[in-house]
C-alpha cells in the first residue's frame, strides 16, 4: 500500500489560495504502539524513506520500508517493501513498481500503467510484472496523487467525510475504496516540529481502507495522520489489523523545484 505522505500537486483551493506544495525528502522512524490486550506481535521498529520528486509534466514518487517484527513465539520477520511511481498532474496516468522481500524471499513484485479515460472516468491498469495482466478501474477511481490533493481541498473547505476509489499501485486484483474522516485544523505545536518543512498547521485525517467488491464490515488498513497543506505528515499511525505501527518524522530536507 502506497502511504500517502504527501503525494499531491498544485491546485485552487477555496477563497482562490493555492495549495503549497513542497517536494522533500523525509527519514521516519517505525515502532510497534503500545496496545491492550497485546496482538500477535510483540515488537516491531524499522525506517521509512519517502521521496516525493517535482517534474514539469508530473510527480515523482519513491517510498521504502524497512520494518522487524517479532511475535509471541520469538520468530522474526524482515519486510523490505518499495514503491516507485510517476503521476501526471492531471490525474489521469500513474506509473508503478511495487516490490515486497521478506526475510529476504520475494514475496511481491509489480509494475505496470495506469489510466482513466478522463477525470472521474473509468479506465485500465495493463501490467508488465506480471505479464498480460490487467484490471479495470471503474468511473471514479483516482490516483493517489489526486486523491490526497482532493483530500486537502476538503480540508480547506471544512468537509468532515471524503470517500473515493483509489488504485495505488499495491495488488492486481481491485482499487480501494477509502473512507477518509477530517479532523479541525490544529496548531503546529500539537504535534512534534521537525524545520525547515514540517512546521506548520496540520489536519489530523484517519483513512480506512476497503476491498472493492467485497461487503466488508472493517477496513483492510487504516491510516491516521498529521497532515500539512504542504503535503508533510509530521505523524502516522498505521494500523494493518494484526498490529499498529506508530510512525514519527524524524529528518525532512527539502528537494528543488523543476524550472518549467
Known sequence: MLLPLGTFGTAWAEAGKAIAIAPHRAVYSMRLAVESPPGPIVDGRGVLVFEWAESCE??????????????????????????????????????????SRHNGRLDKNLRGNGSLRDAGGSGEVTFSRPRGARMDLPRGTMFPTDH?????????????HVTRTVYDG????????????????????????????????????????????????????????????NGVARRLKLDYGDYVLDIDLERIEPLPRPEC
Not at 490526497?148 to 468532515?160: E, I, P, T
Not at 477509502?178 to 498547521?201: F, N, T, W, Y
Not at 484517519?206 to 477496513?219: M, Q, S
Open 58 to 99: 508530473s510527480w515523482e514518487i519513491k517510498q521504502r520500508m524497512a520494518l522487524e517484527l517479532t511475535d509471541k513465539s520469538e520468530q522474526q520477520l524482515l519486510i523490505d517493501h518499495s514503491i516507485t511511481s510517476s503521476e501526471a498532474k492531471d490525474g489521469l496516468s500513474f506509473q508503478f513498481a511495487t516490490m
Open 170 to 229: 499495491d495488488n492486481t486484483d481491485a482499487p480501494y475504496e477509502v473512507s477518509a474522516s477530517i479532523g479541525q485544523r490544529l496548531p503546529a505545536s500539537e504535534a512534534p516540529v521537525k524545520r525547515p518543512l514540517g512546521d506548520q498547521d496540520f489536519w489530523r485525517m484517519r483513512l480506512a481502507y476497503f476491498p472493492t467488491g467485497e461487503d466488508a464490515e472493517l477496513p483492510e488498513t487504516e491510516i491516521t495522520l498529521a497532515l500539512q497543506d
Open 148 to 160: 490526497v490533493l482532493l483530500l486537502l481541498n476538503a480540508a480547506r473547505k471544512g468537509q468532515k
